[in-house]
């Protein structure tokens, strides 16, 4: 929660008020992801997974930096990890899909240098070029993929 102090008639630190806002998202962020793991765990038990352990992971966001804990689930040879699979995460990706489309947007109009910059300044989130040529490759990669659908669509509607 935002620390309220004594009302004074000083000036508002914006910088100050906005670090208590990030942590205050951080908690909720983790709340959400512990509140998430205990409601799938019985769901994954009842399928026949069982819970071989739990692993941290760090993932960049739009809304920053986030470092949290979630467990690992077996059934047969299929692993599952439900809170990434919640998140829309890829495996070994250290950046969600909504950052790299926010990256990407930015690409559009300013070199990747000034992306980075942007980003810095807006969000607080240190990415660094090579992310945002990654997220240019990503949505070319997905741009090619849906013209091929696109076209095997087409053509079976032909």
Request: hydrophobic share 40%; glycine share 2%.
């Amino acid at each position: 929660m935002i620390e309220v102090t004594k009302m004074d008639i000083t000036v508002l630190d914006e910088r100050e008020f906005s670090r208590q806002l990030k942590q205050n998202n951080q908690r909720a962020f983790l709340k959400m992801i512990e509140n998430y793991e205990k409601f799938i765990a019985p769901i994954m038990r009842a399928q026949g997974y069982k819970r071989i352990n739990q692993k941290e992971r760090t993932v960049i966001f739009s809304f920053g930096e986030m470092t949290f804990s979630r467990s690992r689930w077996k059934k047969d040879d299929t692993i599952r990890i439900p809170v990434d699979e919640k998140l829309g995460l890829e495996p070994r990706s250290r950046f969600s899909q909504e950052l790299l489309y926010q990256v990407t947007k930015l690409a559009n109009f300013m070199p990747y240098r000034k992306v980075v910059s942007v980003m810095e300044m807006l969000k607080e989130i240190y990415i660094t070029k090579n992310t945002v040529q990654h997220a240019l490759d990503m949505a070319g990669e997905l741009l090619a993929e849906k013209e091929e659908y696109d076209s095997l669509i087409s053509f079976r509607l032909v």
